[in-house]
């Protein structure tokens, strides 16, 4: 299964974070593309443990399905969010590309060791792993939101 600690897969996620344009169209969803790439920064640095999220308080569900979400299958077409993560305000394409490409790049030089977090708001305590994991399924998501 992909991770974020491959790095055939680090680079895949780079290529496709390079094909994504400031015009491109979600294929769902409501975000722009700047809004998305500010919304899997904000995902990339609580997993690295610079940006602290409370519980959800459904987490208890999600501690049910983790193993689920965490298998082979992409996550689902408009999953909802965690009010934390959403990024409603417009934003510049280039900032925002430029910021998820340098916290993207802390986290592949610091490989296991990056991942900080103990517990995922949602999914409750997981391993650096299992990190790596929803890390790259997360990205996965948002690039295929938007056709790349």
Known sequence: METI???????TILQR???????SEPQWGKMT????????????????GTFKVKTHPLSIIGRLIKKTVLGPKP??????TDPTYIVADPRNF????SELLATFSTLVELGEKGFKAEKHPF???MTKEEWARITYKHLDHHLRQFGV
């Open 17 to 23: 974070i390079e094909l994504l344009k400031e015009d």
């Open 123 to 125: 999914f409750g305590k």
């Open 5 to 11: 600690l491959n790095s055939y897969d680090q680079q």
């Open 33 to 48: 593309s700047a809004q998305m790439l500010a919304h899997c920064n904000i995902a990339l640095k609580q997993a690295i």
């Open 75 to 80: 996550l689902q077409k408009n999953s909802s």
């Open 94 to 97: 280039a900032k925002e590309k």
